[in-house]
């Protein structure tokens, strides 16, 4: 029987098999750009790290770079630290996590 982490990271991970196979450049630059950012030990967004990706480029599907986040959320590379209001016009202000590199947040 699976839990629903199990579950969760399954979907995760079948998520970014799939960004491989179709788009393998957008995985590539999200991972690159959410590694730089944990690396400046800046709190960060989503939308930091969408800004440092290449313009033009998605992903095959939205949930490409929650998975990403996702990922490196529940190998604790990164923790939560706050929430704060996407500047994108198509999340319609919608709450974001403030992230920041797990050594960073370390209390």
Avoid: C, Y
Avoid at 10 to 31: I, P, S, T, W, Y
């Amino acid at each position: 029987m699976s839990t629903g982490t199990d579950l969760h990271r399954q979907g995760m991970d079948a998520n970014l098999a799939a960004a491989v196979a179709v788009n393998r450049d957008f995985r590539h630059h999200a991972e690159v750009a959410l590694a730089r950012l944990i690396r400046s030990g800046r709190a960060f967004t989503s939308d930091d790290v969408r800004r440092g990706i290449p313009a033009g480029m998605e992903g095959h599907h939205v949930n490409v770079l929650p998975s990403v986040i996702g990922t490196a959320a529940a190998r604790r590379d990164i923790v939560g630290v706050d929430r704060a209001v996407s500047g994108r016009r198509t999340r319609h202000g919608s709450q974001l996590t403030v992230w920041t590199g797990a050594k960073a947040g370390a209390v």
